[in-house]
């Protein structure tokens, strides 16, 4: 499985930013791909989650009504659209996949076993 990751940037605060990860290797409908962020100093954390058999969701309560996660099946991509931006959404973001992840754990590190490489996403005040 490879993920490669982009759409990071320097934003303003109240900006957006579409991230995109490009999914290869596991069969299209029975993955889940999940998108984590590390901030300086701070734990990685879940933001969000789609499973793309059925489109469950997971979204961290913090970014809830900001972000969306969507897929594009034609280009085996998972987009997080990132609007209304805050300096405290400044992290290291990182997709993941992997094939049969059950609803409870969307959110899990654990549940993951594919990773892409970290894209920067620096909100400025």
């Known amino acids: 499985v490879q993920l490669q990751a982009s759409g990071g940037g320097l934003v303003q605060a109240g900006g957006s930013l579409r991230l995109a990860c490009v999914v290869s290797g596991v069969p299209y409908d029975d993955y889940a791909a999940a998108w984590f962020r590390q901030a300086l100093g701070k734990k990685r954390e879940a933001i969000s989650a789609i499973r793309i058999r059925d489109g469950r969701t997971y979204y961290l309560d913090s970014v809830k009504g900001r972000f969306t996660i969507s897929d594009d099946a034609a280009q085996s991509t998972v987009f997080l659209q990132m609007n209304n931006l805050s300096p405290e959404d400044t992290a290291v973001y990182y997709c993941?996949?992997?094939?049969?992840?059950?609803?409870?754990?969307?959110?899990?590190?654990?549940?993951?076993?594919?990773w892409g490489q970290g894209t920067q996403v620096t909100v400025s005040s």
């Open positions: 993941a996949a992997d094939s049969s992840v059950i609803l409870s754990n969307l959110a899990s590190q654990t549940a993951y076993r594919s």
